[in-house]
């Protein structure tokens, strides 16, 4: 049985590597080396799983965050916002880059959409920071990294996907995520602002003439203008839930019709704003949900091969303890950021390692924001980082991807460095929820 789960694992990664749909792998591989393990029996054991999938409440939060978020991006609020911060921070050097994190924050907290967020970043911004004087691979990391900020940033996705996948409350990981989240945006600003001092060349400020062109009466105008609307969503729809208003189901459904209001009151609202969101709002839920029932099948199978065993049996071997079994997941999630999506790491590694660490003590709040600080990079580490994909197809001629490559190697490392702030002071992500009593 055993070594049908190692095979099992082979070919789901075989596949993977051939260029196969993830759906697909998991599905394959799941049966098939299900059925030379016990047969027919996995067979009869999938529909009550399918069930509990489809029949999850919890998971209609799923399509409403999607909703809002692309809502939002395709009524291009975010356009004038972003232009309006960059103003506001222009005079510093590399300030420009500092009101791209801070765009990113706040989108983040509004779409959660790490393409939505990235491409609209680099249509807009990419060409002025380069005409601007702006290193290419600094300007290409610091939208890339701003760009990924709305996948811990609450309300995640993956949040969303480990609450179920770990058994926890998506308000309590909502609650842990604010703290890890800033923290990751501060630590991007220190880096700007260290290296704004230290190469200013590679960051030069706005001209004093084009901001003089515009007023500050009404660059604070346009300010309330943009920045209120979305600000107020986001405290309707966290606030609400850390403050045990609404369940998160119930609060997404508040942000699906805070985001109309939104664009109804901006003048953005049409049919056709409408069409493109649900159009895309349901491809994105199809397929999230379709990876999470064939998850079931593979997970399923690799229980059921005694799988879990042989990876307490590698737990056992490690020296050490329950740090060293941290960092092992820590390493095997960071490895394997360079080659599948974090959907797929979610339901490869953490599955597996779960019931181990939680055995040891651990606790699995704590864990959790490991994970999602970890899961971070995965966007950004070549050779399949999406961010990469997502700008180079709407970056300038003149950037190639090798700029690209170049930028975010300094916003990984800062991605480690606050994983490791994390793991060293873990009330960086427990305190919150122990503040309100979670």
């Known amino acids: 049985?055993?070594?049908?789960?190692?095979?099992?694992?082979?070919?789901?990664?075989?596949?993977?590597?051939?260029?196969?749909?993830?759906?697909?792998?998991?599905?394959?591989?799941?049966?098939?080396?299900?059925?030379?393990?016990?047969?027919?029996?996995?067979?009869?054991?999938?529909?009550?799983?399918?069930?509990?999938?489809?029949?999850?409440?919890?998971?209609m939060a799923i399509p409403l965050?999607?909703?809002?978020g692309v809502m939002l991006e395709k009524s291009r609020l975010a356009d004038d916002l972003l232009d309006v911060m960059g103003h506001l921070a222009g005079g510093l050097k590399g300030g420009m880059a500092i009101g791209i994190v801070l765009f990113g924050v706040l989108m983040g907290a509004t779409t959660g959409i790490v393409g939505a967020t990235i491409i609209t970043l680099g249509l807009l911004t990419l060409p002025t920071l380069i005409r601007r004087g702006y290193d290419k691979g600094?300007?290409?990391?610091?939208?890339?990294?701003?760009?990924?900020?709305?996948?811990?940033?609450?309300?995640?996705?993956?949040?969303?996907?480990?609450?179920?996948?770990?058994?926890?409350?998506?308000?309590?990981?909502?609650?842990?995520?604010?703290?890890?989240?800033?923290?990751?945006?501060?630590?991007?600003?220190?880096?700007?602002?260290?290296?704004?001092?230290?190469?200013?060349?590679?960051?030069?400020?706005?001209?004093?003439?084009?901001?003089?062109?515009?007023?500050?009466?009404?660059?604070?105008?346009?300010?309330?203008?943009?920045?209120?609307?979305?600000?107020?969503?986001?405290?309707?729809?966290?606030?609400?839930?850390?403050?045990?208003?609404?369940?998160?189901?119930?609060?997404?459904s508040m942000g699906a019709v805070g985001a109309v209001l939104v664009t109804l009151f901006s003048g953005r609202f049409n049919m056709k704003v409408l069409k493109d969101t649900a159009l895309e709002t349901s491809k994105i839920t199809a397929v999230m949900m379709l990876i999470l029932m064939?998850?079931?099948?593979?997970?399923?199978?690799?229980?059921?091969?005694?799988?879990?065993?042989?990876?307490?049996?590698?737990?056992?071997?490690?020296?050490?303890?329950?740090?060293?079994?941290?960092?092992?997941?820590?390493?095997?999630?960071f490895v394997l950021g360079f080659f599948v999506e974090w959907i797929e790491i979610s339901y490869i590694a953490v599955p597996l390692f779960l019931p181990i660490l939680t055995s040891m003590g651990v606790d699995p709040v704590w864990l959790a924001m490991l994970i999602t600080v970890n899961l971070q990079s995965s966007f950004l580490t070549p050779p399949f980082g999406w961010a990469l994909f997502y700008l180079k197809g709407v970056a300038p001629p003149e950037v190639n991807i090798k700029d690209i490559y170049k930028g975010v190697v300094p916003f990984i490392g800062l991605q480690a460095l606050t994983l490791i702030l994390v793991f060293l002071f873990p009330q960086i992500a427990l305190w919150l929820p122990k503040a309100i009593g979670w």
């Not at 965050?65 to 809002?68: A, G, L």
């Not at 709305?150 to 058994?167: A, E, F, K, V, Y």
Request: a neutral charge; one cysteine or more.
């Open 294 to 333: 064939t998850a079931q099948v593979f997970a399923l199978a690799f229980r059921g091969l005694h799988g879990e065993d042989l990876i307490a049996a590698l737990f056992d071997q490690l020296p050490g303890g329950v740090n060293t079994a941290i960092w092992f997941l820590m390493a095997i999630i």
């Open 1 to 59: 049985m055993s070594t049908y789960a190692l095979m099992m694992l082979g070919g789901f990664f075989v596949l993977l590597m051939l260029g196969i749909p993830v759906a697909v792998s998991l599905a394959v591989s799941g049966f098939v080396f299900g059925w030379l393990g016990f047969g027919e029996t996995l067979f009869s054991l999938l529909p009550a799983r399918f069930y509990g999938i489809v029949g999850g409440y919890q998971w």
């Open 65 to 68: 965050f999607v909703f809002m």
């Open 138 to 252: 600094v300007a290409c990391g610091v939208i890339c990294a701003s760009g990924t900020l709305g996948q811990i940033i609450p309300p995640s996705l993956i949040l969303i996907l480990l609450s179920d996948i770990m058994q926890l409350s998506v308000g309590t990981l909502f609650a842990a995520a604010v703290g890890p989240g800033l923290l990751l945006a501060l630590v991007y600003i220190a880096y700007l602002v260290v290296t704004g001092w230290l190469r200013p060349a590679t960051m030069p400020a706005i001209p004093q003439a084009e901001r003089d062109a515009v007023s500050r009466r009404e660059l604070w105008t346009r300010f309330f203008k943009v920045l209120v609307p979305p600000v107020m969503l986001v405290v309707a729809v966290l606030g609400s839930i850390v403050g045990g208003v609404a369940a998160p189901t119930e609060a997404a």
